[in-house]
């Protein structure tokens, strides 16, 4: 790495600047007291409202070392996981900008952590070493090992495809343009078929969310706004359940009032044509004659409405 790596402060937030030859409080000082970030800027690796300076930091994290290479209890090495989880964020932060979008940034630092737990308990601080480049290769070798776990594609595949990679860059360099099949089969010493079924092993490792599969060509709806709900009422169909009850319920009420009596008694109140009889004073025969005068008279007046 060409720069310094930020360090966490012993609160486990915010970053301190690597310690230089010369200890000198960081930032301006009020009073013989660092300033907050107001005054000092991020990089004074102080929260605002603490006046501690870095060589506060400093000591307080070489005295928490020393008690833990003492003691090497779980409470200190929580403490140190805490100060140094920053590190596993940046280290995540560098591996997964070269992987794919479906790879979630959050198990990478889920991984990365069991990386620092196990830097610091193998750490030797007496031989000098600065903790933070030793953590973040031992954090960067946890990330990696739990991808290559996790990952169902063949490392042959995986090395193919990188041999097809380096060798459209490399045709591509001289070129000054895409090279075609055949020039590309010839710069990896293959024919067209063979690079052809090289082309069919690596479609076989994309992965593509299936919430951007079902949203392509949708704008920004997502899967949920797609897939059908099966056992969700047609809003369609109740509009017209709706409808036609309202038109019902008017046409019923278009009728005399005997027939209505006799459609409302058979149809909602679930009465036989004989129990209706005894009702009205009436013989079942001239009740089957109102409800048939009353259903036709009902039809013609939907078939009507229909119409209009």
Not at 52 to 80: C, H, K, S, Y
Request: aromatic share 4%; glycine share 10%; net charge negative.
């Amino acid at each position: 790495m060409t720069e310094p790596t930020p360090v966490p402060d012993d609160r486990g937030t915010g970053s301190r600047a690597p310690a230089r030859p010369a200890r000198a409080p960081v930032g301006n000082q009020v009073n013989g007291r660092a300033a907050p970030y107001g005054d000092g800027g991020p990089s004074s690796g102080v929260l605002p409202g603490d006046h501690r300076t870095a060589d506060d930091v400093e000591a307080g994290i070489v005295a928490l070392w020393r008690r833990f290479g003492e003691r090497r209890e779980q409470d200190l090495r929580d403490r140190l996981v805490l100060h140094y989880a920053p590190l596993v964020k940046y280290v995540a932060g560098r591996v997964g900008t070269g992987l794919p979008a479906h790879v979630d940034v959050s198990d990478l630092i889920q991984s990365g952590i069991f990386g620092l737990v196990d830097a610091i308990e193998k750490f030797e601080p007496e031989r000098g070493l600065k903790f933070e480049t030793y953590a973040m290769q031992r954090i960067r070798g946890a990330i990696l090992d739990d991808l290559r776990a996790q990952d169902w594609v063949p490392r042959t595949v995986r090395g193919r495809a990188r041999e097809v990679e380096r060798g459209i860059e490399r045709l591509g360099g001289r070129l000054q343009r895409t090279p075609t099949d055949a020039e590309l089969a010839t710069e990896l010493g293959l024919s067209v078929g063979e690079l052809r079924d090289v082309y069919a092993q690596l479609q076989l490792t994309s992965v593509v969310a299936l919430d951007e599969l079902a949203a392509a060509g949708r704008g920004v709806n997502s899967l949920a706004d797609v897939l059908e709900d099966e056992a969700a009422d047609d809003p369609v169909a109740l509009l017209v359940d709706q409808d036609n009850r309202r038109q019902l319920a008017e046409a019923i009420g278009l009728l005399v009032e005997r027939d209505r009596v006799v459609v409302t008694l058979y149809y909602f109140e679930n009465l036989t044509l004989a129990e209706i009889g005894r009702v009205l004073g009436v013989t079942e025969s001239r009740v089957c004659q109102l409800h048939t005068r009353a259903v036709l008279r009902l039809r013609a007046k939907l078939m009507e409405t229909a119409d209009v």
